[in-house]
């Protein structure tokens, strides 16, 4: 997770963190294994920089609100804030003004409620803070970039990904009589507004290529040779 995406390389610093001071006492050997994730996070810049004469990538540059020039402090503040208060209040309400209803009502109320039980009821303390960590450290993290809504919500994903179990386990411990209903309901609430949301979305996004991509493709095999070395993004 470390080398792979930056909301990876988050969790590994958490859990990592959270595995070094839980052990710390009474099984330092493992401080060992907890301390390689975060050396990790190493690699990308050191082949970044021995690649590019640059640690830091820049596509990451381009992205991140942090690199405004001319740097504005307020502004960039102000920016980051506001995505990340609209990125909680679309999880708890799971309606988006561009992208219309894209999770269950309540979904991340559950998903907390799912915290809860966890921590305090099941005293699995270790696994619900790094949990709840990471929901924070990571969407603040892509409340950084200018694109943290972009693409159908891309970068917020993997944290939208994981409200749906956790909202599961919630909703589990509220009751044992009428949960399988309730769990189903939600299940199907969740297939049908994500479905009704992703038909156009996709019809969308093919569009893109077709107007796009495939043109610029076409007209390459038109009129290149076909031994030209050509790099398009």
Known sequence: ??????????????????????????????????????????????????????????????????????????????????????????????????????????????????????????????????????LIAGTAAVATLDPAFWHFKRYQMPFMALLFPLAAFGLLQLSTRWRLPVYGSLLVSACVSSFVFFVPAYALNVGYLRQQQLPMANWLKDNTLEDAVIAVH
Do not use: C
Request: aromatic share 12%; proline share 4%.
């Open 1 to 134: 997770m470390a080398i792979t995406r930056p909301e990876g390389a988050i969790m590994a610093v958490i859990a990592s963190g959270g595995m070094l001071f839980a052990f710390w006492s009474s099984h330092r050997w493992r401080v060992g294994l907890g301390v390689l994730p975060i050396a990790a996070l190493a690699l990308q810049p050191i082949v970044n920089l021995i690649f590019t004469g640059s640690s830091q990538a820049a596509g990451s540059s381009a992205k991140s609100i942090l690199s405004m020039v001319p740097a504005d402090l307020e502004v960039m503040a102000s920016l980051i804030v506001t995505n990340f208060g609209r990125m909680w209040w679309e999880f708890l309400t799971g309606y988006s003004v561009r992208e219309g209803l894209y999770l269950p009502v309540g979904m991340a109320i559950l998903a907390v409620w799912g915290l809860v039980v966890l921590g305090w009821k099941q005293r699995r303390f270790w696994p619900a803070l790094i949990v709840l960590g990471w």
